[in-house]
């Protein structure tokens, strides 16, 4: 953020709900500030920046569409997935899941002794990986989201 300000889980409770919600929301906002779509890169600066609320960002008619219309391309993705392609996602999907898991007990340790969890501007990580020219990578998790 370009006065070094970004908002803490704390501030977007009032979406979020509870604790958790709000880390992965603000995983969510860092992510999409780096994302490939201009639109969704503007609201969540300006929500990181606190020159917007989520709750504001999530109802304004552009944002929103912004996020339904990646919602959609990840679900024609997913449905467009071999059952082998799928099988590796749900592999990669549970090693990252291990992975954050991992990352968020040594992120509350490093809150119970005062640092920083995630500096500003550093990229977070998923299961998916891009591949291929389509803009959309990688594989449908196993689970609730496998094959059908």
Not at 55 to 82: C, H, I, M, N, W
């Amino acid at each position: 953020m370009p006065d070094g300000r970004e908002v803490d889980q704390a501030e977007l409770l009032d979406v979020a709900k509870d604790e958790d919600r709000a880390r992965s929301l603000l995983r969510a906002l860092r992510t999409l500030s780096t994302g490939p779509d201009p639109k969704l890169r503007e609201m969540a600066r300006g929500v990181l920046r606190g020159d917007l609320t989520a709750q504001q960002a999530f109802t304004d008619p552009e944002y929103t569409a912004a996020l339904f219309s990646g919602a959609d391309k990840v679900r024609r993705a997913g449905e467009q997935r071999s059952d082998a392609e799928a099988r590796e996602a749900g592999e990669r999907f549970g090693e990252w899941q291990q992975a954050r898991r991992t990352e968020d007990e040594r992120e509350d340790q490093g809150e119970d002794q005062g640092t920083s969890r995630t500096a500003p501007g550093q990229q977070p990580t998923g299961p998916w990986r891009h591949s291929g020219t389509g803009g959309l990578g990688g594989s449908r998790p196993a689970g609730g989201f496998g094959p059908r």
